[in-house]
C-alpha cells in the first residue's frame, strides 16, 4: 500500500520552524558548533550545548542564548571520545527536555603529519572523536526517534569527506566515514520520519582560522592577504570563506518539515571546492 506523507506544508502561521523540538549540538561552544546552535535556537528549538572551553565564557553563552531566544538552552561537557559520557549526556537531554527530536555531530580535531610519521595515538584520537562519537550519539537517539515517527540527524563532515588532501589521514578517513555512517542511518530511518544528512564545509570563518590566518603571515613573513588568497582559499573558486550563519541556516532548514524528503545526502557547503 502507498504510503503517504505524514506531514504536508501549511500555510505561514507565524510559529517557528523548530517550535517544541529539542536538540543536542556536540562540539558547540564555538566555532561552527556554536553557530549551528544558535540557528537552531533562532529557530525555535531547546539545544544542548557540548564541548570544552571557559567555563564563565560558555555560561555567558549559554544563559545569553536562552534568553535572546525564549528557549531552554542546557550544557554537558561530556568527553566526545567516551562512549558511556556520551551515553549520559543523552539521559541529561531526555530528563530535561523530554526527548532529543534533532542531533548534529560536529565535534572534531584535527593533526596534521605524514603517513610515516603520523603518530598511531593521534590516529586513534582523530578517529575516536569525529566519527566514533557520531555512532555513538547517534545509537543512543535512533531507536526513541523512530519509535516516534520523527528525528533529525546532521552530521558535519567536510569537503575532505568527498576529497583528500595529503598530511591529513586521519581526518580524511574519518570525514569519508562520516559520509558512510550518514548514508546507512538514512537507509535504516527511511521509513520512519528520521532523516540523516551529512554537510561537507570548505572553509569557513571562525576565530580558530583567523587566528590559524595571523600566525601563518607572522611565521612566513607574508601578507594576510595572501596567505588568505593562496593558501586558505587556494581550493575554493569563490575565494570566499563559507560562514557559521550558513552552516546554522542550512541545518534548521535539515530539520524542519520542509525536507523530510531529504535524506542520506551529502552536501558541500565549498564555495565550488569539490566541483573541480
Same mark, same amino acid.
Given at each position: ?28 561552544? &564555538?566555532?561552527? =558548533? $556554536? ?5 537552531? !535556537?533562532?529557530?525555535? /528549538? *531547546? ?110 563532515? &567536510?569537503?575532505? =569527506? $568527498? ?5 591529513? !589521514?586521519?581526518?580524511? /578517513? *574519518? ?102
Amino acid at each position: 500500500m502507498l504510503k503517504m506523507p505524514k506531514t504536508a506544508l501549511a500555510p505561514d502561521t507565524g510559529r517557528r520552524p523548530l517550535e517544541g523540538r529539542s536538540a543536542i549540538v556536540t562540539g558547540s561552544t &564555538s566555532g561552527i =558548533g $556554536l553557530g549551528i546552535a544558535e540557528a537552531l !535556537a533562532r529557530a525555535g /528549538a *531547546a539545544v544542548m550545548l557540548n564541548g570544552f572551553g571557559n567555563p564563565a565564557e560558555i555560561e555567558d553563552n549559554r544563559g545569553a542564548m536562552a534568553e535572546e531566544n525564549d528557549v531552554d538552552i542546557a550544557y554537558d561537557g561530556a568527553d566526545m571520545s567516551d562512549p558511556d559520557a556520551i551515553r549520559l549526556m543523552v539521559d541529561r537531554a531526555v530528563m530535561r527536555f523530554g526527548q532529543v527530536d534533532i542531533v548534529v555531530n560536529n565535534a572534531g580535531i584535527q593533526h596534521v603529519a605524514p603517513i610515516a610519521e603520523f603518530p598511531p595515538e593521534k590516529w586513534d584520537a582523530v578517529l575516536a572523536i569525529n566519527l566514533s562519537s557520531a555512532f555513538h550519539l547517534i545509537q543512543a537517539t535512533f531507536e526513541p526517534m523512530r519509535k516516534r515517527g520523527f528525528g533529525r540527524i546532521v552530521n558535519i563532515s &567536510s569537503a575532505h =569527506g $568527498l576529497i583528500a588532501s595529503p598530511f591529513k !589521514a586521519a581526518y580524511v /578517513a *574519518a570525514k569519508h566515514g562520516v559520509i558512510g555512517l550518514t548514508k546507512v542511518v538514512a537507509l535504516e530511518g527511511a521509513e520512519d520520519g528520521v532523516t540523516c544528512n551529512a554537510i561537507c564545509p570548505g572553509y569557513v570563518w571562525t576565530p580558530l582560522v583567523e587566528r590559524q590566518i595571523d600566525d601563518q603571515a607572522t611565521s612566513h613573513n607574508i601578507a594576510r592577504d595572501s596567505v588568505i588568497r593562496d593558501v586558505f582559499l587556494k581550493n575554493q573558486p569563490t575565494r570566499r570563506f563559507a560562514t557559521v550563519e550558513e552552516m546554522g541556516a542550512l541545518t534548521v532548514f535539515l530539520c524542519s518539515d520542509c525536507a523530510a524528503s531529504i535524506t542520506g545526502t551529502a552536501l558541500p557547503v565549498d564555495g565550488g571546492w569539490t566541483a573541480h
